[in-house]
C-alpha cells in the first residue's frame, strides 16, 4: 500500500476535553485490560510494538501498550512531538505507512530516530458519540508492506480497544452518577426521616385514620436512608480496595533501585511507617512519580552520597520528600525546572542518561492523582522535592 496525503481536521476543545477526562479516569486494572489486547494484537500481527493511544494536545498517553522500550514503557507517553497517533485522530481515518523515512508527512518526526518507527499502522479510536480519542496502532521497526489480510485483522483489533474505551467511560459516568446521587440525596433524606419521627411523636394530634400513613412514611423513609447507607459504605470499601499504600510502593521502589545505588556506593536512608499510608490516587501513577524521583536523587548524587527519603502527613493529604546529595539548582534553573528537554546546570554523576523529561512528567503525573509536585530546597543546597497525595 502506498501512502497518501490526509485531510487534517483540528481536535475539537470537547475532543480534548474527553480525552484527557479519559486519561484521568484511566485505573490499574482498566490499563491491564487493554495492555491484553496490546500483547494479544502484537502476537496476532506479528509487530514488535502495538499501542492504544489516546491523544492530548501536548501529549499521547498509552491505556495499552507493549514493546516499548524504557522510559517511554514506564512512563505509558510521550511528548505529541513523537506521536503519529496524532495524525490518525486528526484525519479521523487509518493511516498506513510502509517506511517513516520515506514518507513526507512523518520522516522528520522525532519518533522515527527515538523510538524506530519505521512501519506504521494506525485506526481511529472513537467513543459511542463518534468523537475520536486516540488510535490503536502496530508498530514495526523494519520496512513494511502491510497486507490487506493484517489491515483487516488490525481494523477487528482496533473494534475491541474501541468497545474497552467506551466500556470504561460509561463506567466511570456510572461511578461519578453514583457519587453524586449519594452525596445529593443525603440532606433530603435525612429531613424527611426526621420530619417523619418528629410527626409521628405528635400523631395524638392527627386522626387516627392517618397513623398507619406516618408508620409507613417513617419506614419508607427509614429503608431509604439505610440504602443510601449501604451504598455509601460500599463506595467507601471500593475506594479503600482501590487506594494505593505509599509505604508498600515506597518499600518496592527502594529495594528495586538498592543496585543501581550500590555501583555508586549511595546510601537509601528511608524513613517509611509501619502502618498503612493508603491514598485513593492510581497505583500506577504514584509508583511513576516516586520511581522517577528516587531515581534521579540516585544519578545526580555523588558516589558515596546519600539519598533520604521520607512519610509525613499534610491535612488531608500524604507526602513524600526525597533529598538527594547533588549540587542542587541555579537560580536559572527554576525558571526551566518543569520543562520539557530542559538541559539544567547539574550532570549525572557516572554518565547516565537523561532525557530532560522526567520532571516535567513526574509532575504531571502528580497532579493528575489530585496532588503536587515542587521543590523545596533552597538554590545551591542538595535538591529535596515534596510530592502530595490526597488521603484515601
Not at 408508620?215 to 431509604?224: F, K, V
Amino acid at each position: 500500500m502506498s501512502s497518501h496525503r490526509v485531510a487534517f481536521k483540528p481536535l475539537t476543545v470537547i475532543e480534548q476535553e474527553i480525552a484527557t477526562t479519559f486519561v484521568e479516569s484511566l485505573s490499574r486494572s482498566a490499563m491491564g485490560e487493554f495492555d491484553r489486547i496490546t500483547k494479544l494484537g502484537a502476537r496476532v500481527l506479528n509487530v514488535p510494538v502495538c499501542l492504544v493511544s489516546i491523544v492530548e494536545k501536548d501529549r499521547q498517553v498509552f491505556a495499552g501498550q507493549v514493546g516499548l522500550t524504557a522510559p517511554y514503557c514506564d512512563l505509558r507517553e510521550t511528548p505529541i512531538s513523537h506521536s503519529f497517533c496524532q495524525t490518525v485522530v486528526s484525519s479521523r481515518r487509518v493511516v498506513v505507512v510502509n517506511d517513516s523515512r520515506s514518507d513526507d508527512r512523518f520522516c522528520n518526526n522525532p519518533a522515527v530516530v527515538d523510538l524506530g518507527v519505521i512501519a506504521y499502522l494506525g485506526f481511529p479510536l472513537s467513543d459511542r458519540f463518534g468523537n475520536i480519542l486516540g488510535a490503536f496502532c502496530l508498530i514495526d521497526s523494519i520496512e513494511r508492506d502491510w497486507t490487506e489480510e493484517e489491515v483487516d485483522r488490525a481494523r477487528d483489533f482496533a473494534a475491541i480497544a474501541a468497545t474497552q474505551v467506551q466500556f470504561q467511560m460509561e463506567k466511570a459516568r456510572w461511578r461519578s452518577l453514583l457519587d453524586v446521587m449519594i452525596h445529593d440525596l443525603k440532606s433530603p433524606l435525612a429531613a424527611a426521616d426526621f420530619s417523619a419521627r418528629l410527626l409521628l411523636e405528635r400523631k395524638s394530634s392527627f386522626p387516627p385514620e392517618t397513623y398507619p400513613l406516618l408508620d409507613g412514611i417513617l419506614s419508607s423513609t427509614g429503608q431509604a436512608v439505610e440504602l443510601l447507607k449501604e451504598a455509601n459504605s460500599l463506595e467507601r470499601r471500593r475506594s479503600e480496595e482501590n487506594s494505593c499504600d505509599l509505604s508498600s510502593v515506597l518499600q518496592n521502589i527502594v529495594e528495586n533501585q538498592k543496585a543501581t545505588a550500590e555501583l555508586k556506593s549511595i546510601s537509601l536512608k528511608s524513613t517509611l511507617t509501619d502502618s498503612s499510608a493508603l491514598t485513593n490516587a492510581d497505583h500506577w501513577l504514584v509508583e511513576r512519580v516516586l520511581d522517577n524521583l528516587i531515581d534521579n536523587a540516585i544519578k545526580y548524587s555523588p558516589r558515596g552520597g546519600e539519598v533520604h527519603i521520607s512519610i509525613f502527613e499534610r491535612e488531608d493529604m500524604i507526602g513524600i520528600r526525597v533529598r538527594d546529595s547533588g549540587p542542587g539548582f541555579s537560580e536559572d534553573d527554576l525558571t526551566r525546572l518543569y520543562q520539557r528537554y530542559s538541559r539544567l546546570s547539574a550532570n549525572p554523576t557516572a554518565e547516565e542518561t537523561s532525557t530532560g523529561l522526567g520532571l516535567s512528567i513526574a509532575r504531571r503525573l502528580a497532579s493528575q492523582t489530585g496532588g503536587s509536585l515542587e521543590l523545596v530546597s533552597e538554590v545551591g543546597q542538595s535538591a529535596e522535592f515534596e510530592t502530595l497525595f490526597p488521603r484515601a
